[in-house]
């Protein structure tokens, strides 16, 4: 019987990080189960350059210092020079690592269940077969859940005629104006003819793709994009709620990503907090870490039980960004934010529903 050091359950960027930053420089084996096919995942992940995540600055796709937040009327623009907008690709971060020291084999099966046998874990997958190892690192999680909000979104990479777009700007939300929805457009212009599109939601339910399409071709053209070559399309789900399981009693159990707590919630954002969260682990010696500090979980609560109760068209997200600049806008983002900053969030949102959310 052989017993593995440890067990991924799930390989996305947690599991893929878990292989990486706390095994990649070991002999250790290792053992992750994905019950889809890993190489057949791309999609881009966006975030503000942190310290933490200058250690991958090297794979980072493209960096933008300068994005947009607006809609038909106003569009704020907002620069940093020392920590832009950067995005890496799924594949990008699956090479980076898998390319580690120790030996990972990948089962590709769907895991039933784990439990706890003398000092090491038995794990059963659908095929009714049996794996050991001596810790688990689960990245299992739903993310849907009932009268939750959810973010939820489908993009088109797409090619243009020369010189559509401004390559050294992205759009980070433009609102479109829609009946009871939170709606944005979100595009990452990779080139002058080549950009990611992406039609964003925030609800309870998802729609079929037309929809998101629909959203797109409306925004394009009212652009004079008429044409458009598709590359690619990604979709997905965010929860827009705290996903958080319970943390184990089991110091060998650890929930990592955004089953872990990674998500935060207001903004859908978990890439690189997934990052930090087992760059924390590995200097832990517990099995959970705090990733979001204390005030910011309590404002993200308040934002978004007032998203949920609330017909918000996307006025206190522009509101936000014309009273912020760039790097308070980015420190917000990144769960960095000093108490000034804070304090200026709390003077750009409507006091009196925030009030009321506040004392529920
Ligand atoms: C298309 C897309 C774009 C996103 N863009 C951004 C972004 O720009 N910035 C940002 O910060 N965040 C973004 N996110 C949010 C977040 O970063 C991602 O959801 C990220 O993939 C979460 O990583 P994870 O490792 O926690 O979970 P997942 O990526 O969900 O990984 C879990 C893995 O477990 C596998 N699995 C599930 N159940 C089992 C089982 N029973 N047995 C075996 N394997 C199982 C799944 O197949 C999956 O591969 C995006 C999400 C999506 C879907």
Request: hydrophobic share 35%; charged share 25%; proline share 2%.
């Amino acid at each position: 019987m052989k017993i593995y050091k440890a067990a991924i359950i799930g390989l996305g960027p947690s599991g893929l990080a878990v292989n990486k930053i706390l095994y990649g420089d070991s002999s250790s084996e290792i053992i992750a189960f994905d019950n889809g096919d890993i190489h057949n995942r791309d999609n881009f992940f966006g975030f503000w350059l942190t310290d933490w995540m200058k250690p991958f600055e090297n794979i980072v796709e493209k960096k933008w210092h300068e994005w947009t937040i607006g809609d038909k009327k106003i569009n704020i623009t907002h620069t940093s020079s020392d920590k832009p907008y950067c995005v890496i690709s799924f594949k990008k971060w699956k090479n980076y690592c898998l390319d580690s020291k120790n030996k990972l084999e990948i089962i590709n099966k769907k895991v039933i269940q784990y439990f706890s046998q003398q000092n090491y874990f038995k794990i059963i997958t659908a095929d009714n077969n049996e794996y050991y190892a001596e810790k688990i690192y689960d990245s299992r999680s739903a993310k849907e859940k009932k009268d939750e909000l959810i973010q939820h979104f489908f993009g088109i990479n797409i090619s243009v005629a020369d010189n559509t777009f401004n390559e050294n700007k992205l759009t980070l939300m433009h609102f479109t104006e829609e009946k009871n929805l939170l709606h944005f457009i979100y595009i990452l212009p990779f080139s002058h003819n080549k950009a990611l599109v992406e039609s964003t939601v925030f609800s309870k339910e998802i729609f079929k793709s037309s929809w998101y399409r629909e959203k797109i071709i409306n925004y394009l053209s009212l652009k004079n994009v008429s044409k458009f070559e598709e590359i690619s399309t990604e979709k997905g789900i965010i929860p827009m709620f705290f996903v958080e399981e319970k943390r184990s009693s089991s110091p060998n159990i650890f929930n990592i990503g955004i089953r872990g707590g990674a998500c935060k919630p207001s903004t859908g954002y978990a890439f690189s907090f997934l990052i930090k969260q087992i760059q924390l682990l590995k200097n832990s010696k517990n099995n959970y870490v705090d990733i979001h500090k204390f005030l910011e979980r309590k404002m993200d609560k308040i934002f978004i039980n007032y998203l949920k109760n609330n017909n918000e068209n996307g006025q206190s997200f522009i509101k936000l960004a014309s009273n912020l600049n760039g790097n308070e806008f980015q420190s917000f983002m990144m769960g960095e934010s000093n108490l000034l900053t804070k304090l200026k969030i709390i003077k750009s949102m409507p006091k009196l529903l925030f009030i009321k959310e506040l004392l529920k």
